[in-house]
């Protein structure tokens, strides 16, 4: 039983769709530790270990956070262009996975042509000969009109269909899909590290505006504390028991204050516009009311660290650029072999119209082809080596990440440590600051001291409790620096699937 060459054509597909040259990629080891040393010995006072794991944030209890952090998904400009980078990288999913497929053209035309009258003969003969091929023939026939000095108009009707495959028996383009499609997963990773990195932002400016806030209130408490010491040594200069020079220094110390009170509204709104373009809006359109800084500083859960690596975006991204680089070496490698082509050719040719489509008027053909580079001058295995030292970058990258994930963790749980250390013994100074002032200021009351060592007192109290709430808000930054070196949630779950990426193309057949 003879088969026919589309039989062969097809078995050939089946046996070279088996067939992929170059490495097949393997998870690279990673730098590990068996857990983070700063976590040692320390129990954290606000520890959220029970925390709910839907958004990060929820931790803080802050609905005006809320409602500012789920306006950067939707409305951050830099998340917007990620999302935009991912969309890109599963359209180049699809363009690659096109090249497994034929590619078919199909064509139409029609041309009216004349002679004069001693070719006519010549043309009718021409019209209505048998052309003969190797694979099928094909009867052009044309109809024609007599025209003034034996002139002849004919008219042909051409249609006519290209199928070319070439084929991918050495898994070139496989590979190709292979690397784009870890590329899409690269980019998801890299849209769910931007859209982090604006949270943890956001979050950061929100607390140091707080920050602003609280300490206004501080700096307005202290200046009516002052007014009101003024007023005693204004009372005492009028019953001549002070001299004008302790009047002139209390009003210089609230004046200085006061001075302080006024500055604080230039970096409060600083923070208020940067949260504004943070969440997608226009400064003018963004007024957040005061309030306090918060007091609590909830520390998240870091885990182990060998769950690090399924929590990081960044690290996510890292590992999955490996695959794409290292799918990139088997695209080169399999330019050393042939590449195969298979062609069929099909069309109908002739006149009148209402007759084209007929058996005889049809010309086919099928063919098939292979070529090779015999010499490139070196060109293929400096790029089967550029390949091989982009993958080798790619892992000194992923592992080089991982360290730097483990070095992010380790600063913001130290800096927790510490700080939680510094804030316990801060508190205490500024409570022995505010007890030294009052008795400072009950002795000059008494006549006992001057006023210049109230003045102390008072400026000692006020650093201190601007030093406290330094901390606090130091505190509340690395916190939230720890959820984000934690990934915020995030895993590596929530990267597609390959599969998902591919049908994410509906243009496919």
């Known amino acids: 039983m003879k088969h026919s060459p589309a039989v062969g054509a097809l078995a050939l597909c089946a046996f070279a769709s088996g067939c992929m040259v170059g490495p097949d990629y393997s998870k690279p080891d990673a730098p590990m530790s068996e857990q983070f040393k700063e976590l040692s010995g320390w129990k954290p006072v606000h520890p959220e270990d029970d925390a709910d794991k839907g958004v ?21 400009q830099t998340v917007k262009s990620f999302e935009a980078q991912y969309r890109n990288a599963v359209a180049l999913v699809g363009e690659a996975r096109a090249n497994l497929f034929p590619i078919a053209t199909l064509n139409a035309g029609v041309s009216h042509t004349g002679t004069g009258g001693s070719s006519l003969s010549s043309l009718a003969r021409n019209n209505q000969s048998t052309t003969t091929s190797g694979v099928g023939t094909s009867n052009i026939s044309s109809s024609s009109s007599s025209g003034g000095s034996g002139g002849r108009n004919g008219t042909l009707y051409t249609v006519s269909g290209t199928v070319s495959w070439d084929l991918d028996v050495w898994g070139s383009v496989r590979r190709q899909i292979e690397s784009n499609v870890a590329g899409a997963q690269v980019s998801a990773a890299d849209l769910a590290n931007a859209q982090l990195s604006a949270q943890a932002t956001l979050a950061t ?13 501080l700096l307005r408490e202290t200046t009516a504390a002052d007014r009101r010491a003024l007023e005693i040594t204004e009372n005492q200069y009028r019953a001549g028991t002070s001299s004008s020079a302790d009047v002139v220094t209390a009003r210089a110390q609230l004046q200085s204050v006061e001075a302080q009170l006024v500055g604080v509204g230039v ?13 997608g809006q226009p400064p003018a ?7 306090s800084l918060a007091s609590a500083v909830p520390v998240a859960p870091a885990g182990l660290p060998s769950a690090l690596l399924e929590r990081r975006p960044d690290i996510a ?13 088997g695209v080169q490698i399999a330019a050393y072999y042939p590449t195969i082509s298979l062609s069929a050719l099909g069309s109908f040719a002739g006149d009148p119209l209402s007759q084209l489509f007929t058996v005889a008027n049809r010309v086919w053909s099928l063919g098939a082809s292979a070529s090779e580079t015999v010499f490139s001058g070196g060109a293929r295995p ?100 720890l959820v984000e070196a934690l990934g915020g949630g995030w895993s590596t779950e929530e990267l597609p699937e390959p599969h998902e990426v591919k049908a994410a193309n509906p243009v496919l057949p």
């Open 382 to 481: 400096a790029a089967v080596a550029a390949a091989r030292a982009t993958y080798d970058q790619s892992v000194a990258n992923y592992r080089q990440t991982v360290l730097t994930a483990f070095q992010q963790v380790e600063d913001a749980l130290s800096s927790l440590r510490i700080l939680e250390q510094q804030a316990a013994a801060q508190a205490i100074a500024v409570e022995s600051a505010r007890r030294a002032l009052e008795v400072t200021l009950n002795a000059y009351r008494a006549g006992t001291v001057a006023y210049t060592a109230v003045i102390t007192q008072q400026t000692l109290l006020l650093g201190d409790q601007q030093t406290l709430l330094s901390i606090q808000q130091s505190r509340l930054v690395a916190s939230v620096a």
């Open 317 to 329: 991204a890292a590992e999955r650029q490996m695959q794409a680089d290292n799918a990139l070496i």
């Open 56 to 76: 990060w944030w929820a931790i803080y209890r802050d609905p005006q956070l809320d409602r500012l952090m789920r306006k950067v998904e939707i409305s951050n």
């Open 267 to 279: 970096q409060r709104q600083q923070f208020e516009h940067a949260i504004a373009v943070l969440t």
């Open 285 to 291: 359109n963004l007024t957040i009311a005061p309030a």
């Open 205 to 217: 400016d929100y607390f140091d505006l707080r920050a602003e806030d609280s300490l206004e209130v």
